[in-house]
């Protein structure tokens, strides 16, 4: 009888917490599919009408949405293949005994703490400017033409911003995860005559299996939702070359006006998020029971 006063107890205490915060999801989604199935643009205030999903046909028979569709499956790919393969190679370097390692480790890890917006003009005017940029010295020097990475190679170039904004996360989990592996695990490999990269493969690679799916899983749910970087380097240009589907939303909402198309393009990008981060979660179960 104590044990189920105590959970009615429990129950009734954090309820408020469970509804407030149903509330601050629910409701926005609601207005959301609301604003989707009407003609709403803020241009013509007063002459909103119930089209049903004719937002969400338009929206889905866009060409822009296929182009915004394969930018964010590139972007999110190129910027997991970069952080986990560096963040790997980084985080053995750090596992090395060196002097002044909790600095290095520090300045490695401090890229993480820098605001989006801030580290893309940082990108955009000191590191990638044609004229003034460090990347157009150093082709000066060797007498090379400067390249113009966010003109010609925009989706690349926002996918390094990214992936060096990422890298640190991923170093750290690495890190972390590297520091448990079995040390007398790698000196019986050692004296049994497996060589560096055979140890590397078959030891710390599975080792590392976990922490991997891990940042794989982490990384995916906000790289998804990239846009910061976008907004102030290409403004997803030229055209629709670095254009994901979270700019697309941006884009059809405030720079076209179209409430209406925006929340059906939310609506379906939200969707398909949870598609992925489901497929993702099973993923890294069955690695965890494995």
């Given at each position: 009888?104590?044990?189920?006063h105590?959970?009615?107890?429990?129950?009734?205490m954090?309820?408020?917490?469970v509804?407030?915060?149903?509330?601050?999801?629910?409701v926005?989604l609601g207005?959301t599919?609301?604003f989707?199935?009407?003609s709403?643009n803020?241009l013509?205030?007063?002459m909103?009408?119930?089209i049903g999903?004719t937002?969400?046909?338009?929206?889905?028979?866009?060409?822009a949405?296929?182009?915004?569709?394969?930018?964010?499956?590139?972007l999110?790919?190129?910027?997991l293949v970069?952080?986990?393969?560096g963040?790997?190679?980084?985080?053995?370097?750090?596992?090395?005994p060196?002097?002044?390692?909790?600095i290095?480790?520090i300045l490695?890890?401090?890229?993480?703490?820098?605001m989006p917006?801030v580290?893309?003009?940082v990108?955009?005017n000191?590191?990638?400017n044609?004229?003034n940029g460090?990347f157009?010295?150093?082709?000066k020097?060797v007498?090379?033409?400067?390249f113009?990475?966010?003109?010609?190679?925009?989706?690349?170039s926002i996918?390094?911003?990214v992936a060096?904004?990422?890298l640190?996360?991923?170093?750290?989990i690495?890190?972390?995860?590297l520091q448990?592996l079995d040390?007398?695990?790698?000196?019986?490999?050692e004296?049994?005559?497996a060589?560096?990269?055979s140890?590397?493969?078959?030891i710390?690679?599975p080792?590392?299996?976990r922490?991997?799916?891990?940042v794989?899983?982490?990384?995916?749910?906000?790289?998804?939702?990239?846009f910061?970087?976008?907004l102030v380097t290409?403004?997803?240009?030229p055209?629709?070359?670095?254009?994901n589907?979270?700019?697309?939303?941006?884009a059809?909402?405030?720079?076209?006006?179209?409430?209406?198309g925006?929340s059906?393009g939310g609506?379906v990008a939200v969707v398909l998020a949870?598609?992925?981060?489901?497929?993702?979660?099973?993923?890294?179960g069955k690695?965890?029971?494995?």
């Open positions: 009888m104590a044990t189920q105590s959970r009615a107890a429990a129950r009734f954090i309820a408020p917490s509804i407030l915060l149903l509330a601050w999801m629910i926005p207005m599919i609301y989707s199935t009407l709403y803020l013509s205030p007063g909103e009408r119930f999903f937002n969400y046909e338009y929206f889905l028979t866009d060409p949405f296929f182009a915004a569709l394969k930018n964010t499956l590139l999110v790919g190129g910027v970069i952080t986990i393969v963040g790997t190679l980084l985080a053995l370097l750090l596992d090395q060196m002097w002044g390692q909790g290095v480790r490695v890890i401090a890229p993480f703490f820098v917006t580290s893309a003009l990108w955009k000191m590191f990638m044609p004229v460090l157009a010295h150093a082709a020097a007498g090379l033409q400067p113009d990475f966010l003109a010609h190679a925009p989706l690349a996918t390094l911003i060096w904004q990422w640190p996360f991923a170093t750290l690495l890190l972390t995860a448990s040390s007398e695990q790698m000196e019986a490999a004296m049994d005559g060589g560096a990269f140890r590397f493969i078959h710390t690679v080792h590392l299996s922490a991997i799916t891990v794989i899983l982490i990384q995916t749910i906000f790289l998804l939702s990239v910061a970087e976008i290409t403004n997803g240009g055209g629709t070359a670095s254009t589907l979270t700019y697309l939303v941006y059809q909402s405030l720079l076209q006006f179209d409430v209406g925006g059906a609506i949870n598609i992925v981060a489901i497929f993702l979660m099973r993923m890294i690695n965890l029971e494995a």
